[in-house]
Nanobody
Framework: QVQLVESGGGLVQAGDSLRLSCATS????????MGWFRQAPGKERELIAY???????WYADSVKGRFTISRDNAKISVYLQMSSLKAEDTAVYYC????????????WGQGTHVTVSS
């Protein structure tokens, strides 16, 4: 059974940093591109970053330069280091996995809440 479990969310102030973690089990981690999504209140879920099986990364413009995605294949985990947080970063953050060469994310975590107070 595939599981993705996010952790590290919480309440922080604008300008603070936060690191999210996503621990996985039940999948061949090294075969998956890992992504972080977020869903703000009243908005659709959006992809904000991903890291490929070879370590290439992509970021949405809204987080580029502030967030860093990384993966640890030995720990079968993916991370999202968030800095210079803004109130508009408040959302539920989800990690997700898609097979390389595929476009659809097929495995999802339950999400972790991040609230940034201004």
């Amino acid at each position: 059974q595939v599981q993705l479990v996010e952790s590290g969310g919480g309440l922080v102030q604008a300008g603070d940093s936060l690191r999210l973690s996503c621990a996985t089990s039940g999948l061949t981690f090294s075969s998956y591109t890992m992504g972080w999504f977020r869903q703000a209140p009243g908005k659709e879920r959006e992809l904000i970053a991903y890291v490929t099986v070879i370590g290439d990364t992509w970021y949405a413009d809204s987080v580029k330069g502030r967030f860093t995605i990384s993966r640890d294949n030995a720990k079968i985990s993916v991370y999202l280091q968030m800095s210079s947080l803004k109130a508009e970063d408040t959302a539920v953050y989800y990690c997700a996995a898609r097979l390389r060469y595929r476009t659809q994310y097929i495995h999802w975590g339950q999400g972790t809440h991040v609230t940034v107070s201004s």
